[in-house]
């Protein structure tokens, strides 16, 4: 009786390569589906924006309203274009703090964790808190 080698599975190497391939589909997905509701127009001020990597205030940018935790990472809803300058002072990097309150007519959707959450591709209102 002898013993028959087992065969492999991927390597450690080959699967953080194919899930980092996967979490750059998603996020580009995600990107993608954020942009082509809101456009290329800044959300909060209304300036036009274009995708650029130098950190410029006509520079686009999708915020997370509810941060990138793994449940609302992906998440359109919960996500908007702004131009650098506004998200900076959404951020509060630029020593003001601007907030994003539900607009008229606002939507909410309801998340995995079942509570509801701001659905800000609908009407939002940006408001100095500080």
């Given at each position: 009786m002898g013993f028959f080698p087992q065969p492999k599975g991927p390597t450690l190497a080959l699967e953080r390569a194919s899930s980092k391939t996967a979490e750059r589909r998603l996020h580009r997905a995600f990107r993608k589906a954020v942009i082509d509701r809101d456009g290329t127009i800044c959300r909060c001020c209304g300036r036009p924006v274009v995708k650029?990597?130098?950190r410029v205030p006509k520079r686009l940018e999708v915020h997370h309203t509810l941060g990138r935790s793994e449940i609302f990472r992906y998440e359109p809803r919960a996500a908007l274009v702004l131009c650098f300058w506004?998200?900076?002072k959404i951020t509060g990097e630029?020593?003001?703090r601007w907030a994003i309150f539900p607009g008229r007519h606002a939507r909410v959707f309801r998340g995995d964790d079942g509570q509801e959450y701001l659905d800000?591709?609908?009407p939002v209102e940006f408001v100095?808190?500080?």
């Open positions: 650029l990597l130098e506004c998200h900076s630029v020593g003001c800000v591709g609908g100095r808190i500080a």
